[in-house]
């Protein structure tokens, strides 16, 4: 009995751990709720970074990004960052910068929009997307 029981949960275990694979690969532009005329442009995986406890703790927040004609979009897609969606127009910012995460490592960047705000964002291949986020925010500005 004690057999059955341990195959049950193996079982279990391994449907769940399919499951969440299958659920977090590819993209899922579904995800995000977009406004009138506007396109998802570029889409990555990566994370965004929370400060907390007097800001000494990062807390990173996995998840989809959805770079628009209009807007920078993050959703986390985690179970403890799912509350986490974000979305700053390109009109809102000020600049972004090349940022670390933790001492060594370099996949990361700040966006700092013109009310104050700051967000910190880790994706691989960063300077792809800094170049595309001040791209899209010209386009913007021109229109």
């Not at 986390?76 to 799912?82: A, D």
Request: proline share 1%; net charge positive.
């Amino acid at each position: 009995m004690l057999n059955l029981i341990s195959f049950v949960i193996w079982i279990g275990f391994i449907a769940l751990c399919i499951y969440l694979y299958k659920k977090h690969k590819g993209f899922h532009p579904e995800i995000f709720e977009l406004i009138e005329g506007e396109e998802i442009v570029k889409q990555a995986k990566g994370d965004y970074w929370t400060s907390e406890f007097l800001g000494l703790q990062q807390r990173q927040n996995s998840g989809e990004f959805a770079f628009t004609n209009k807007r920078v979009l993050f959703k986390g897609t985690f179970f403890s960052s799912q509350d986490k969606n974000i979305s700053i127009s390109y009109d809102e910012i000020a600049s972004v910068e090349k940022a670390m995460v933790g001492l060594f490592f370099p996949v990361a960047f700040v966006i700092n929009t013109k009310n104050g705000e700051k967000y910190k964002f880790a994706i691989m291949k960063r300077h792809i997307y800094i170049d595309l986020i001040k791209s899209l925010a010209n386009q913007n500005s021109m229109s």
